[in-house]
């Protein structure tokens, strides 16, 4: 007998205390990318404890040579670090469902106080990785929690990544990609706000290192700032953007934002004396790009918008890295996973939409290399991810329960 809306929302009720203590303990470790192996094993004995079977997943510095090992962070190590696996099995006769989320969280931001505390106000849980995406991790744990309580029989798997590493490029996840996964779709989860995102732009992070002449400000002929050739490089930059957004416009769901994938400069370093021309500078920032260019193609024109500028000293004096490579993911909006979960949404009266995200982040990877339509679904919004104000209602923790409990059900197939 499939479960009734009544039964599952009751049951989500009874459960969302101790999914509020779960989460409460996540936020509490500070696992800043290379810092959660705490966290991961505490959640590997939570969710052992609810029935679940639960395997880790090993890491080896071997990820360093994948072509898509992204490295923003230096020196990070593996050994000995490990991404789970969880399993709630069917009995083979449905489909299988992956579930994908990361439990690193970025650094705390300025004039963020406790961030690693969790602080309930009204029904709303602060602190760093409240929404991104420790509540997510919450969510799964209230789903799993929610079918273990049933007694549901399902006749799929549901299978749960939790991984390592997103938010400096997606290195956990890329892990569980090159052990060959199979499902037949996937949800990647994020805060969306109730929006199910079919489409998710793609993104490079690079960095610039110029080299100047140093020298003091008294014989400026003799000497090339390597300041100023980072602020001619960026200029450059500016200008590839707009003719790349340009030759971007009109594609499905992109197209009502007005920049989809903004390029931005967010770290400068250079100098150490106001009247001395600095020898060295480094900027790094991120681009983002469309499903109309790859990650290679945007790459390739990168350079040569440096190398072809006719400014002096760039094609000589400024070389460019790479540290993080995204291509975009595109599935069909009327992909049955994706009208499966559109029509769990609207039976629980949630006001859901299919869109594009206009952030990057690990979906591509299962759906571009594994082949496993993909879209990125949570609890939340990405407007507080990141801040001093990040949060998340247990409500809309509680809402994407249901919801995912529901299409658990539905897509895998399954009955009390």
Known sequence: MRLDSETIRNTVGQLMPSAKEFLAALISFPSTSGK????????????????????????????KQDEDYSSPIPDLSYEGRFNLRLRLPGIGAGKKLLLNTHTDVVP????????????????????????????????????????????????????VHLVVEEENGGNGTLAMARAGEQADACIVMEPTAGKIFTSVRGAVWFRLLC?????????????????????KAMDVLEEYHRQLLAASRGIPLFSKYENPMPITF?????????????????????????????????MDEFRAAL???????????????????????VLDPEHPMVVQLLRCCRDWSLPAEIDAMTASCDSWMYNNQLGIPTVVYGAGTLKVAHSKDE????????????????????YCGGTR
């Open 211 to 231: 080299e100047g002449k140093p020298g003091h400000s008294g014989r400026a002929g003799d000497t090339i700032s390597a300041l100023t050739l980072a602020r």
């Open 36 to 63: 959660e192996r705490d966290l991961m094993g505490w959640a590997e004995e939570a969710f052992r404890d609810l029935g679940v079977e639960v395997s880790r997943s090993s890491l080896s510095d071997r990820i």
């Open 307 to 329: 190398a072809q500028s006719g400014h002096a000293g760039l094609k000589d004096r400024v070389r460019v890295e790479f540290m993080y490579r995204h291509d975009s993911h």
């Open 108 to 159: 705390p931001s300025q004039g963020q106080e406790r961030p690693f505390e969790a602080v309930e106000t009204n029904g709303v849980i602060h602190g760093r990785g409240a929404c991104d995406a420790k509540g997510q991790v919450a969510t799964i744990y209230l789903v799993l929690a929610t079918l273990r309580r049933l007694n549901v029989r399902l006749a799929g798997d549901v299978i």
């Open 391 to 410: 949060q998340i209602a247990l409500q809309d923790i509680g809402n994407a329960a249901e919801v995912l409990a529901a299409l658990v059900q539905d």
């Open 266 to 298: 967010g770290r400068c370093v250079a100098g150490d004396w106001p009247a001395t021309a600095p020898a060295r500078a480094t900027v790094e920032g991120v681009l983002g790009l469309l499903p109309n260019k790859t990650r290679h193609q945007v």
